[in-house]
């Protein structure tokens, strides 16, 4: 059975997490005919400048999803978030939440 195949995306995502070694997604083959891929957390970067997108919770949001479906598809997932199974979302930021 192959290995595990490690992908990163091109451009400035990946040049600016390529210092801390991070793969943007893991490829594990199941079985002879399908894989399971697993990504990493994502950042809200932007796909075209790899600067981080901050000017408001939604922009971010929005570059984080941006950013995890082209990761999907860098790794063969023709649809990207499409076709993904299981999304986990742990905010971090808890400036963000309203006040209770």
Known sequence: MPSITYQHLP???RDCLKPFTLAT????PVSS???LVV???HLG???KTGELVNTSAEAEFHAIFSC???ALKNA???KG???AYKLFHGILMTEILPDN
């Not at 997604?25 to 594990?28: H, L, Q, S, W």
Request: aromatic share 0%.
């Open 68 to 70: 995890l479906d082209a």
């Open 76 to 78: 063969g997932i023709v």
């Open 39 to 41: 990504t990493t957390g």
């Open 25 to 28: 997604t893991a490829t594990i």
């Open 81 to 83: 978030l499409h076709q």
């Open 45 to 47: 970067l932007d796909l």
């Open 33 to 35: 005919t399908n894989s």
């Open 11 to 13: 451009g400035p995502v």
